[in-house]
């Protein structure tokens, strides 16, 4: 299957790979060759993709839309690093200061702030 992991502002990821998971509004989705064409929407999370070398590919990425035709598979979204590009002294920074200023406000912003910290979090942890 190709891939294409795509953020607003560049290319992130792109290859071929045996299998991609990814977390949606329905939960988590696991794509594999051959699937049924398919559109979701993408919650804060982490997207995996085994590669066709057997290689795993692990990136935080936040809100988007995840797209599966003729075994190709676009995944769209505003932010998304790969865990090789993320510094996971700074991700926790930011969940800090999100949790510390959001303490007083149910502030949408503040919350998809929390949310994006804590994916870059979980995509730098589980990679190392």
Same mark, same amino acid.
């Given at each position: 299957?190709?891939? @294409?992991?795509?953020?607003?502002?560049?290319?992130?990821?792109? &290859?071929?790979?045996?299998?991609?998971?990814?977390?949606? =509004?329905?939960?988590?989705?696991?794509?594999? *060759?051959?699937?049924? *064409?398919?559109?979701?929407?993408?919650?804060?999370?982490?997207?995996?993709?085994? =590669?066709?070398? &057997?290689? #795993?590919?692990?990136?935080?990425?936040?809100? &988007?839309?995840?797209?599966? %035709?003729?075994?190709?598979?676009?995944?769209?979204? !505003?932010?998304?690093?790969?865990?090789?590009?993320?510094?996971? @002294?700074?991700?926790?920074?930011?969940?800090?200061?999100? @949790? #510390?200023?959001? @303490?007083?406000?149910?502030?949408?912003? !503040?919350? %998809? #702030?929390?949310?994006? %910290?804590? %994916?870059?979090?979980?995509?730098?942890?589980? #990679?190392?």
């Amino acid at each position: 299957m190709q891939v @294409e992991l795509v953020a607003a502002d560049r290319l992130v990821w792109s &290859g071929e790979a045996t299998m991609v998971i990814a977390r949606t =509004t329905e939960g988590d989705v696991g794509v594999l *060759p051959n699937h049924a *064409p398919m559109l979701a929407v993408m919650v804060d999370g982490i997207v995996d993709v085994t =590669t066709a070398d &057997g290689e #795993s590919w692990v990136a935080a990425v936040n809100t &988007g839309f995840l797209s599966v %035709a003729g075994n190709r598979i676009s995944i769209l979204s !505003e932010q998304a690093e790969m865990t090789h590009e993320i510094d996971l @002294e700074k991700a926790r920074q930011d969940l800090q200061r999100a @949790e #510390s200023s959001g @303490e007083n406000s149910d502030d949408a912003a !503040e919350a %998809a #702030s929390r949310a994006w %910290a804590e %994916a870059r979090i979980r995509a730098a942890e589980r #990679s190392s």
